[in-house]
C-alpha cells in the first residue's frame, strides 16, 4: 500500500522554529512536496525535494532523505500567519499526480 | 496571469442528482488535475490530463465520475446519480510540462442532501 504519516498538530510559539516530518511508503517515488493551506483556501506550493538534502527558500526549508523515506518541513521565526495546515505530497508517478499526507495542522500562540 | 478558476465556488445538491463543475487552468498549462478534499483529509488524486488526452484516472474512482478537457484548455468533472459521500472539496490544479508546482484553484465546495 502507499501511506504518508505526519503529525496531526503541532503548537508551536510566535517567534520560534518548528520541523514537521513526514515519513512515506508508496510505490514510485519522484519527490516530495510540502504545501500549505489555510483554513477555508487552497493549498499552496511551498517546496519541493527530488534529491538528498536540504532546499532553503526564506524562513522555511525542506528537507530529504530518500533512503530513509523521511522528509520534513523546517520553519523559523515563527509568524501568526504561519497558522495554517501543511501537507507533505509524494509525486509517485511519471505524471506527478500527488498522493497527500493528512496533513499537520500547525497552532501558533503568541 | 489570473490564475486557476473553478466555477461554481458552492453546489448543493439532492442524492440522485447529476453536477457538473469547471475548471479554467493558467493558460499555457499543459498538465491539469483534479483532486478530492473532504474536512480533515489531504487532497485525493482523482485524474491527470495532459493537454486534452485524459492519461491517468484513479483506480478509486467510480463510474459515476467524468472528466473531460476538450482543446486541452478548460476541462469539466461531472458526477452522476450524485451520493452523499460525494459530499467534499474538489480541487483543480495545472501546472507547466516541466513543473514541479502544482497551482491550485480555489475548490468547488459539494454538498449532497
Known amino acids: 500500500g502507499q501511506s504518508l504519516e505526519q503529525p496531526s498538530e503541532v503548537t508551536a510559539v510566535e517567534g520560534a522554529i518548528v520541523q514537521i516530518n513526514c515519513t512515506y511508503q508508496t510505490s514510485g517515488f519522484y519527490g516530495l512536496s510540502w504545501y500549505q493551506q489555510h483554513d477555508g483556501g487552497a493549498p499552496t506550493f511551498l517546496s519541493y525535494n527530488a534529491l538528498d538534502g536540504l532546499e532553503e527558500t526564506g524562513r522555511f526549508s525542506s528537507f530529504l532523505s530518500r533512503s530513509d523515506s523521511y522528509g520534513y518541513l523546517l520553519l523559523q521565526e515563527l509568524q501568526m500567519k504561519d497558522s495554517a495546515s501543511y501537507f507533505c505530497a509524494v509525486s509517485e508517478g511519471s505524471n506527478y499526480q500527488l498522493i497527500w499526507g493528512a496533513g499537520t495542522k500547525l497552532i501558533i500562540k503568541p | 496571469d489570473t490564475g486557476v478558476s473553478q466555477d461554481p465556488r458552492h453546489k448543493i445538491t439532492k442524492r440522485g442528482q447529476n453536477v457538473t463543475f469547471r475548471c479554467d487552468p493558467i493558460?499555457?498549462?499543459?498538465?491539469l488535475y483534479w483532486y478530492r478534499q473532504t474536512l480533515g483529509q489531504g487532497p485525493e488524486f482523482l485524474t491527470y490530463f495532459q493537454n486534452e488526452a485524459q492519461l491517468e484516472k484513479s483506480r478509486l474512482l467510480s463510474d459515476r465520475f467524468s472528466a473531460e478537457r476538450p482543446k486541452g484548455s478548460f476541462s469539466t468533472l461531472e458526477i452522476q446519480r450524485t451520493e452523499q459521500g460525494d459530499s467534499a472539496m474538489y480541487l483543480c490544479a495545472s501546472t507547466p510540462w516541466t513543473g514541479d508546482e502544482q497551482y491550485f484553484g480555489p475548490g468547488t465546495r459539494l454538498t449532497v442532501t
Open positions: 493558460s499555457e498549462h499543459n498538465r
